[in-house]
């Protein structure tokens, strides 16, 4: 095993969290769950620098009325990454790194986070579950 050429640089952070509890749902039954993500990719404009900017924005539930459900969702986490020049110069592998790589990593942070979210919430304790950024 060998270090990536692509990397994580510090700790990605939170840049937005809106959460609303439906304070009269009962969890009597299973909840379907219903996620949505988005990917954002701000590529650096100085083109000597290798870094990128990816964003992530996890919906829990966003598009359902609060009356349904046991709770809203929005959360969006940021990640600073860096490369080195050789994979700047294959474009089909940093463009996967970018798109697929990058947005796993982060999501790895927010499992634990919408976890927390929940049992602080009261709730059962919601893991989300593992997805595949490569389909």
Do not use: C
């Not at 954002?40 to 609060?66: M, P, R, T, Y």
């Not at 600073?80 to 798109?99: E, V």
């Amino acid at each position: 095993m060998k270090e990536s050429r692509f990397q994580l640089v510090g700790k990605p952070k939170i840049t937005k969290i809106l959460f609303e509890t439906n304070k009269e749902f009962v969890f009597k039954d299973k909840v379907q769950l219903e996620m949505n993500n988005n990917i954002h990719i701000i590529k650096n404009s100085d083109e000597q620098k290798n870094d990128s900017i990816i964003v992530l924005n996890i919906g829990i539930f966003a598009s359902k009325n609060l009356s349904d459900v046991p709770f809203r969702l929005d959360l969006e986490i940021e990640g600073h990454f860096m490369w080195d020049d050789k994979l700047t110069d294959d474009a089909f592998q940093l463009d996967s790194m970018l798109k697929q790589n990058a947005p796993a990593i982060l999501y790895s942070y927010l499992r634990p986070i919408i976890t927390l979210i929940t049992v602080e919430a009261n709730m059962p304790p919601l893991v989300i579950p593992l997805m595949n950024f490569f389909e």
